[in-house]
């Protein structure tokens, strides 16, 4: 198949998500954070957001059923301060108003105060707060200084609530937190945020040297998890909501629906208008192989132009690659749509391979714990 045919058969054309990076700053220093430039301020110059915005503009499609999601994260979004947050938000307005954009952000809600809350209303932001549990969960959440940044985490996410600003979280599950899954959703229930997205650390960016979890670590986590999910539907766990999609589209015969998903690019805009594709953790990664992964800066090209060329680009290229390899060799393949572009890099060095840890962890341990889950009922 030609290699044009071979992206657009696995890449969809018009991305769904666009990650911007309103500053590279951030005020914590979390572990296992893998952002090479969290310590740098670099805001984003209005050209730069006015150019997202007419590239969004280009590939907006007013029969979508949903818009464009446009979401600030990539370093500490609040870092910028709303003065400067408002005058990027400004050249999307006519697209939000007009219901082709959304946007959202991933926040660790260390900055969040009544004026923030007042902001987020304002523009219609989903918020995603970052928080890995219980204090003693969340210890790997700190300042520069070392010091713990959970009392402030809860006292920002305490003024989301006060003002009646609903929320979502992302919790990273460390090779020392997997084994308290009870521990972490409890608390998540308690929390008040609509859903939880459980991301098991990988290595990738500058977090290279931690020890991950284990698959067998994995599969005890993702069998307690679910169990939790069934006796409390009242928190939706992204992984196990997903799995379950999946299962009822086979099951009521739509498996050609769920085949015919297209990755995402992913186009995530830098603060200097540099754009990688396929994995927001390749943005400021240096490697001359790939030519830094740089697929174009929007102040000379529009992110729609990019994507018409992606497939010249090596490590997309690759990643078509290994998608193929994925699908000729792997039973979970029709479930998990290939490892993710910047996992592959990370631990193989390459994108044309085709498992990766994040693979056996976040999807295969899922899979597995499910179906020893129903084994084991229909033996009891």
């Given at each position: 198949?030609?290699?044009?045919?071979?992206?657009?058969?696995?890449?969809?054309?018009?991305?769904?998500?666009?990650?911007?990076?309103?500053?590279?700053?951030?005020?914590?220093?979390?572990?296992?954070?893998?952002?090479?430039?969290?310590?740098?301020?670099?805001?984003?110059?209005?050209?730069?957001?006015?150019?997202?915005?007419?590239?969004?503009?280009?590939?907006?499609?007013?029969?979508?059923?949903?818009?464009?999601?446009?979401?600030?994260?990539?370093?500490?979004?609040?870092?910028?301060?709303?003065?400067?947050?408002?005058?990027?938000?400004?050249?999307f307005?006519?697209?939000?108003?007009?219901?082709l954009?959304?946007?959202?952000?991933?926040?660790n809600?260390?900055?969040?105060?009544?004026a923030?809350?007042?902001?987020?209303?304002?523009?219609?932001?989903?918020?995603?707060?970052?928080?890995?549990?219980?204090?003693a969960?969340?210890?790997?959440?700190?300042?520069?200084?070392?010091?713990?940044?959970?009392?402030?985490?809860m006292?920002?996410?305490?003024?989301?609530?006060?003002?009646?600003?609903?929320?979502?979280?992302i919790?990273?599950?460390?090779?020392?937190?997997?084994?308290?899954?009870?521990?972490?959703?409890?608390?998540m229930?308690?929390?008040?945020?609509?859903?939880?997205?459980?991301?098991?650390?990988?290595?990738?960016?500058?977090?290279?040297?931690?020890?991950?979890?284990?698959?067998?670590?994995?599969?005890?986590?993702?069998?307690?998890?679910?169990?939790?999910?069934?006796?409390h539907?009242?928190?939706?766990?992204?992984?196990?909501?997903?799995?379950?999609?999946?299962?009822?589209?086979?099951?009521?015969?739509?498996?050609?629906?769920w085949?015919?998903?297209?990755?995402?690019?992913?186009?995530?805009?830098?603060s200097?208008?540099?754009?990688?594709?396929?994995?927001?953790?390749?943005?400021?990664?240096?490697?001359?192989?790939?030519?830094?992964?740089?697929?174009?800066?929007?102040l000379?090209?529009?992110?729609?132009?990019?994507?018409?060329?992606?497939?010249?680009?090596?490590?997309?290229?690759?990643?078509v690659?290994?998608?193929?390899?994925?699908?000729?060799?792997?039973?979970?393949?029709?479930?998990?749509?290939?490892?993710?572009?910047?996992?592959?890099?990370?631990?193989?060095?390459?994108l044309d391979?085709?498992?990766?840890?994040?693979?056996?962890?976040?999807?295969?341990?899922?899979?597995?714990?499910?179906?020893?889950?129903?084994?084991?009922?229909?033996?009891?």
């Amino acid at each position: 198949m030609h290699t044009l045919a071979r992206y657009r058969h696995r890449i969809a054309r018009r991305p769904s998500t666009v990650i911007v990076q309103g500053d590279t700053l951030c005020d914590l220093n979390c572990f296992y954070c893998y952002l090479p430039h969290r310590r740098r301020r670099t805001p984003m110059p209005v050209p730069v957001s006015e150019a997202v915005a007419r590239s969004i503009a280009e590939f907006t499609d007013t029969t979508s059923p949903r818009p464009v999601e446009v979401v600030w994260h990539a370093g500490e979004p609040l870092a910028v301060g709303r003065t400067r947050l408002a005058e990027l938000l400004a050249p999307f307005e006519p697209l939000r108003q007009a219901g082709l954009v959304e946007h959202s952000i991933q926040t660790n809600a260390v900055m969040i105060t009544p004026a923030w809350c007042d902001f987020f209303t304002e523009y219609g932001f989903r918020i995603g707060v970052s928080i890995d549990g219980p204090a003693a969960l969340n210890r790997h959440r700190v300042d520069r200084s070392g010091r713990p940044a959970f009392d402030r985490i809860m006292k920002g996410i305490g003024r989301l609530r006060e003002h009646e600003v609903r929320f979502s979280a992302i919790s990273v599950v460390s090779a020392e937190s997997i084994g308290a899954p009870e521990s972490l959703l409890d608390f998540m229930a308690d929390l008040g945020c609509r859903s939880v997205g459980l991301n098991v650390e990988e290595r990738e960016g500058v977090n290279t040297d931690r020890a991950v979890p284990t698959v067998e670590q994995a599969h005890e986590f993702w069998r307690r998890t679910i169990a939790w999910s069934r006796a409390h539907p009242g928190l939706t766990v992204r992984e196990v909501d997903r799995l379950g999609a999946y299962l009822r589209a086979v099951r009521y015969g739509r498996h050609a629906d769920w085949d015919r998903t297209l990755i995402d690019p992913i186009p995530t805009v830098a603060s200097n208008g540099d754009v990688v594709l396929l994995s927001p953790e390749l943005a400021g990664i240096t490697d001359p192989a790939y030519e830094d992964f740089r697929a174009g800066n929007v102040l000379e090209q529009s992110i729609g132009s990019m994507l018409d060329r992606a497939h010249h680009l090596r490590y997309v290229r690759e990643f078509v690659t290994g998608l193929d390899k994925c699908e000729a060799t792997c039973q979970f393949f029709g479930f998990c749509r290939g490892a993710q572009a910047g996992n592959r890099y990370f631990e193989n060095g390459r994108l044309d391979t085709t498992e990766t840890n994040h693979c056996r962890v976040s999807r295969q341990a899922l899979v597995t714990a499910l179906s020893d889950t129903v084994r084991e009922e229909q033996a009891a």
